[in-house]
């Protein structure tokens, strides 16, 4: 099966893209906080290094980053702009200064015993041949046993009703929020069971599979190394 590509959706300003997905996503606070949260929780206190896999942009950087001083960041994206965006994103913010983006995929990464891992907004851009099962597996030898990644991603099954009803109110608030209807019937087209995605995960040896947020065509979890 073949995933529609990052860097084929029409962005016409990569600048725009924290303005874009705040109007596309929705809950995309939320999210983060939820996040945030999650790994407060879990994690211990002190020095903590987070894998963040997908973090073109920065955003997610920057807001678990900001109020956690003893976090430092590793992340990774496939897609130069994005990571160039993400590091200038970050230049000069307190997180900014524990973080470091590679334009890299995950299996290329050295960096081993992370102590949590993000995949937000990211895993639905891998498309669901070996690849996205080897893409957890990746990111699971990176992380300490029992350590927790918090993947939040598009969930849906093409055709089938429910999803379709859920795409057309995703794209609805989407022009609500000010996005043409063009480009919001063009965005994220993008179709994974969350049966399918919690089966992947599985396979790739994550355990104890936590739901922390559902939305219109969004699913995030908890799943633990
Ligand atoms: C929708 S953006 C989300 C970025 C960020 N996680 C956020 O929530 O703001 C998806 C990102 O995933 C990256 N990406 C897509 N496939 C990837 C892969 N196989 N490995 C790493 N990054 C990937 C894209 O380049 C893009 O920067």
Request: aromatic share 8%; net charge negative; hydrophobic share 40%.
């Amino acid at each position: 099966m073949t995933a529609l590509k990052f860097e084929d959706q029409e962005i016409p300003n990569l600048d725009d893209y924290a303005t874009l997905d705040k109007q596309f996503i929705p809950g995309r606070r939320a999210i983060f906080a939820i996040v945030e949260a999650s790994l407060l929780e879990l994690v211990p206190e002190g020095p903590v290094s987070v894998l963040v896999v997908g973090a073109g942009g920065g955003e997610e950087i920057l807001r678990h980053g900001s109020d956690n001083p003893d976090w430092s960041f590793v992340g990774v994206d496939s897609y130069e702009p994005m990571v160039d965006l993400a590091r200038r994103h970050l230049a000069e913010t307190p997180a900014g200064d524990r973080a470091q983006v590679e334009a890299t995929a995950i299996d290329d990464l050295d960096e081993k015993n992370f102590d949590a891992a993000t995949c937000i907004h990211t895993a639905y851009f891998v498309p669901d041949d070996s690849s996205k099962l080897a893409f957890f597996t990746a990111i699971r030898a990176r992380m300490k046993p029992g350590t927790p990644l918090a993947v939040v991603d598009g969930v849906g099954v093409e055709g089938e009703p429910q999803t379709e009803l859920l795409r057309r109110i995703w794209t609805r608030r989407a022009v609500l929020n000010g996005v043409t209807a063009t480009s919001a019937e063009n965005f994220k087209k993008v179709a994974l069971s969350v049966e399918r995605q919690e089966e992947l995960l599985t396979s790739a040896g994550f355990e104890r599979i936590t739901p922390i947020f559902r939305g219109p065509a969004i699913k995030g979890c908890l799943a633990f190394a």
